[in-house]
């Protein structure tokens, strides 16, 4: 992962995987990653194993119709069948994680990366769309992820 960060949401997701699994930059590229359908927000996927994180650059209310579909489109994207690719290189992670709970491969967790404080009926809203294992992440409460070589990330 070299360079400064850039305004795009599939960057921001590369970069909250490698620092909530806190992968070495080598492993930083398995997640496979891809963009949203988003009515114009600056927004990206990103899937790590059984995780998905979704970034949005925004969460306001006039953004309402561009915030379903952006959260429907992650879903989509978190139950799609990985490529042969990624099936090679997420293997390894996977096996490790089906082997480590009894009820099989874990569910997937979306992660809702907002550059807003994320308000409670949008929050509401992302949820009943997603799945019940949400995380709603917002500027405030990942502010120490969001340093890239010591400068802050501008979303």
């Known amino acids: 992962m070299d360079g400064n960060p850039t305004q795009t ?48 650059k925004y969460s306001h209310k006039e953004h309402w119709s561009q915030i379903v579909r952006l959260t429907q489109d992650a879903r989509r994207f978190q139950e799609r069948e990985l490529n042969a690719d990624e099936k090679r290189r997420l293997a390894p992670l996977l096996e490790s994680q089906e082997a480590a709970t009894e009820e099989g491969p874990l569910s997937y ?7 807003d404080n994320i308000s409670d009926k949008v929050y509401t809203k992302v949820r009943e769309l997603s799945c019940e294992n949400l995380t709603v ?19």
């Open 109 to 115: 967790r979306l992660f809702y990366i907002t550059a």
């Open 9 to 56: 949401g599939t960057n921001f997701c590369r970069y909250i995987i490698k620092e909530l699994f806190d992968l070495p930059d080598d492993e930083a590229d398995v997640a496979s990653v891809g963009g949203g359908d988003d009515g114009g927000i600056d927004a990206g996927f990103a899937r790590f194993g059984t995780f998905t994180i979704v970034q949005a």
């Open 137 to 155: 992440l917002d500027l405030e409460r990942i502010s120490s992820y969001l340093q890239w070589h010591g400068t802050h990330y501008e979303a």
